[in-house]
């Protein structure tokens, strides 16, 4: 296993258009977790999944903003009709049952930028 | 809710020298910290975590945290710095029931000057 994979690490996109993001995790973790990371800030907690239910949403995570993780595998991150505050790093990060044992792992993000 | 501040967003320090990064938390319940470091245009690593047991933790590269309870503290410590250690360093807190997510201090930006 070669860890958890984001796609695309980086989008150019204009304003109003829709954007699709992909997390792939580590295939044994059941948890999935995405975060958002704007420019010399700490990521911030956007929602998560355990298996294929996603059990809570960020206030962050506005109705343009939609997370699926079907079969409990991959995820995709979805933002509709982008706005220039949404440009950010987008983090994926998968965890076993026992996060606080085994800890998080984290995908080398996708890039946003909203022109 | 548990919340994290990192004190000083810049740290500068010589190649050889002591590295001190301060983090103080705040939490309701036990809480589980942790030590990433960021590279630029990059995903984050752990460097270490306290859970439960020991409160002197060592991580990788050289890097040890001490959890403090009294003091609310897990500051980040490494006796002598190396120019690979030039990073952004970010100090998170989770707790064992609900969401488990991190929260993230705003981090830290450490310089190594040669």
């Known amino acids: 296993d070669t860890g958890v994979s984001q796609n695309p690490r980086h989008k150019i996109t204009k304003r109003g258009q829709n954007v699709t993001f992909r997390c792939d995790p580590i295939?044994?973790?059941?948890?999935l977790y995405w975060y958002r990371q704007t420019l010399g800030q700490g990521p911030e907690f956007l929602t998560y999944?355990?298996?294929?239910?996603?059990?809570?949403k960020s206030r962050l995570l506005s109705d343009r903003f939609s997370a699926e993780r079907p079969k409990g595998s991959f995820s995709t991150l979805e933002i509709q009709r982008t706005e220039q505050g949404d440009s950010a790093m987008y983090l994926c990060?998968?965890?076993?049952?026992?996060?606080?044992?085994?800890?998080?792992?984290f995908g080398s993000g996708t890039r946003l930028t909203v022109v | 809710a548990q919340s994290v501040t990192q004190l000083g967003s810049h740290v500068s320090v010589s190649e050889g020298a002591l590295v001190l990064l301060r983090c103080n938390y705040s939490?309701?319940?036990?809480?589980?910290l942790f030590w990433y470091v960021q590279y630029p245009n990059q995903g984050l690593q752990l460097l270490l975590k306290y859970t439960t047991g020991a409160t002197l933790v060592k991580g990788i590269n050289g890097f040890e945290a001490e959890f403090k309870k009294s003091e609310t503290s897990f500051h980040l410590t490494k006796p002598s710095a190396h120019m690979s250690d030039a990073a952004e360093y970010f100090c998170a807190v989770s707790t064992a029931t609900g969401r488990r997510a991190l929260t993230f201090g705003s981090g830290t930006r450490l310089q190594v000057q040669p």
């Open positions: 295939s044994e973790h059941n948890r």
């Open positions: 990060a998968s965890s076993p049952g026992q996060p606080m044992a085994d800890g998080y792992t």
């Open positions: 999944f355990q298996n294929e239910a996603q059990l809570e």
């Open positions: 939490s309701s319940v036990p809480p589980y």
